[in-house]
């Protein structure tokens, strides 16, 4: 990944400014040539002062002008009226948003120079969040850590002691202190679970399909939602970094649903289509996914990474569909 963005090259010659105005100064020139032209030849003549017999030969004179003026001027800047609009509407989450270079060589000028302006947000947008994305993964692996050889020790030492204290201690304490141990230990693996799925090395130790059974086991766990999965086998191996973006999407994907869905059913799929990778989570919940939060916009962040498109469908009343596409990533020779 390139670390510094390029800056746009200096375009040859006159710059778009100087060339619209060279245009549209020409457009005014070559109008009021045109309309002295006619005037000259013309049997018209003006008084001094003004007869009212001469004004609305001057009116009609001055009406043509003025729309052959905005007639050749309309038709010149044309072209802007579609660049505000992609200026407007242009999402750097959409990769390739682009506007066509069409129209006169000074407005493909103008385009050309705006759409090298997007590659480089585009270019500086995917490079930030790939540092914040990295950053995000180690710091999680650094709480992962943390929660196992700092919190998983203390309670692993509070344990062995609780049970010297019940092997020696009088009998009619033995059942409180079981208690105590029986908590201590549900801490714990809820401690572990916790380092588990925090840490990216969860993909490395079990593979995607089982990291992402487990995800799905997780839920159905919670006793609210019954999830059904369908992982296809054989998939064509995958990087380790399209892997990451499949776990982390199906992670928070089925996090929101566990959250906000308040849905009874869910599915987790991963299916070849057309040689294209798709992951996708739906639920038959309450749907109607409005601003997005950190959450969604991550998961759009992530698939930019890998150049893969994410749809969130989510109907009022509807359920929520999340769709993650790789293209080309099911195919037998895909990297
Ligand atoms: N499956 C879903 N069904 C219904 N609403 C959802 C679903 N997923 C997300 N939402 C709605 O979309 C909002 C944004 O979700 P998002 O994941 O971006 O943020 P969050 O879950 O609120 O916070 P974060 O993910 O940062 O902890 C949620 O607050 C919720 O209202
Ligand atoms: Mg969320």
Redesign the pocket.
């Known amino acids: 990944m390139k670390d510094a963005v390029a800056t746009a090259p200096e375009p040859p010659g006159r710059s778009p400014a100087q060339a619209l105005f060279r245009r549209l100064f020409v457009i005014n020139a070559l109008v009021f040539a045109a309309g002295t032209f006619v005037l000259a030849l013309s049997p018209a003549t003006v008084s001094s002062p003004v007869l009212l017999a001469e004004v609305p030969v001057l009116l009609i004179g001055l009406a043509l002008i003025l729309a052959a003026n905005a007639f050749l001027v309309r038709a010149s800047l044309a072209p802007l009226t579609s660049l505000t609009a992609l200026m407007r509407r242009v999402d750097l989450m959409h990769t390739h948003d682009r506007l066509p270079v069409v129209g006169n060589r000074d407005l493909r000028s103008v385009t050309d120079t705006f759409n090298q302006m997007l590659d480089r947000l585009e270019e500086e947008r995917s490079v930030a969040s790939a540092q914040a994305l990295a950053a995000q993964e180690a710091e999680r692996g650094r709480i992962a850590r943390e929660l196992h050889d700092e919190i998983g020790q203390s309670l692993t030492v509070a344990l062995l002691a609780l049970k010297r204290v019940r092997d020696r201690g009088p009998a009619e304490l033995s059942e409180e202190l079981g208690h105590a141990q029986e908590a201590i230990r549900t801490s714990l693996d809820e401690v572990r679970q916790v380092a588990h799925r925090l840490r990216p090395g969860v993909l490395e130790d079990l593979g995607l399909t089982s990291a992402l059974t487990a995800l799905a086991t997780d839920l159905s766990q919670t006793g609210t939602v019954e999830v059904s999965r369908r992982l296809a086998p054989g998939l064509p191996p995958l990087t380790s970094e399209v892997e990451l973006v499949l776990y982390r999407i199906a992670q928070?994907s089925l996090?929101?649903?566990a959250?906000?869905?308040q849905a009874t059913r869910a599915t987790l799929t991963l299916t070849p289509e057309r040689g294209d990778l798709v992951l996708r989570v739906t639920?038959n919940?309450?749907?109607?996914?409005?601003?997005?939060?950190?959450?969604?916009?991550g998961m759009h962040e992530r698939a930019l990474l890998i150049g893969a498109r994410l749809n969130v469908h989510?109907p009022p009343g509807g359920g929520?569909e999340i769709t993650l596409t790789v293209p080309g990533a099911a195919k037998e020779d895909a990297p």
């Open positions: 928070e996090t929101n649903v959250r906000h869905a639920d919940g309450r749907g109607g996914i409005g601003e997005p939060g950190a959450g969604i916009r989510s929520t």
